[in-house]
């Protein structure tokens, strides 16, 4: 499940580093006002074996935006998305947000219209087609051919060979650390967008978004729509467009 917070701003660009890095401070301001316990456990040690965060959002949207060469263009009514596969954190991240007139997005002021609750498809088939809008990361071995570590910043593209097989074990990771069934899989990558590396702390994380097919339980498939697919989901990658 996902929050679409839809805003209006007089702003007319973000810089690239402020384009996905506010949105993971939000999450955790609205969890220490609302949840704090929730929210200092997450942010200490994850949830399940793996120690994984389910949050995910992705970047701001103003679709109405005058494109400007150099940096990401925003203005007029857009939205801002919020999610979580857990439901009770869906509705805590709510209760903050209807509580905020703006929303501070490096420092933009987005001023808060109204919150719809965004349910998941129902992937009835036990297939689905995700295609994310912000970039997918993914780490790897940092190994070459010969199994020779070459680097300790192993980020994957999707046209690596290790990707699919890190990529699958994250689903079923994910799967595992909310008590669903594991039992999903990649079938295809189906479309690769242009690399792209956004800074959300130290560094940067590099990737690309992509289109996948994926089969697998529904609700499954319908907790990785609501999370995101890859890593750092917490920090706005990998996020699926509605």
Excluded: C
């Excluded at 660009?13 to 939000?26: M, T």
């Excluded at 071995?141 to 097989?165: I, K, M, Y």
Aim: overall charge positive.
């Amino acid at each position: 499940m996902r929050l679409r917070i839809e805003v209006a701003t007089a702003a007319t660009e973000l810089a690239w580093g402020k384009v996905l890095a506010p949105g993971r401070s939000l999450v955790y301001d609205l969890l220490a006002r609302e949840a704090p316990d929730l929210g200092k456990r997450f942010h200490a040690q994850g949830a399940g074996p793996y120690g994984m965060v389910p949050l995910g959002h992705g970047a701001p949207m103003f679709p109405q935006a005058k494109r400007r060469r150099g940096a990401y263009a925003v203005g007029g009514r857009g939205w801002v998305e919020l999610g979580s596969p857990l439901f009770e954190v869906v509705t805590v991240l709510a209760q903050g947000v209807k509580q905020r007139e703006l929303l501070d997005w490096g420092g933009a002021a987005f001023r808060v219209l109204n919150i719809v609750a965004v349910e998941a498809p129902s992937f009835e088939s036990g297939r689905g087609r995700f295609r994310t809008n912000t970039p997918v990361v993914m780490k790897g071995t940092g190994r070459d051919e010969s199994g020779q570590r070459t680097t300790r910043q192993a980020w994957l593209l999707p046209t690596d060979q290790e990707f699919p097989v890190f990529f699958q074990r994250n689903l079923r990771r994910k799967a595992e650390t909310l008590g669903l069934d594991p039992e999903v899989s990649l079938t295809e990558i189906s479309w690769v967008g242009p690399k792209r590396s956004f800074s959300v702390g130290q560094g940067s994380k590099p990737g690309a978004p992509i289109e996948v097919e994926l089969t697998g339980p529904p609700e499954t498939l319908q907790a990785i729509w609501s999370w995101g697919l890859g890593q750092a989901n917490a920090a706005g990658f990998g996020w699926v467009a509605a």
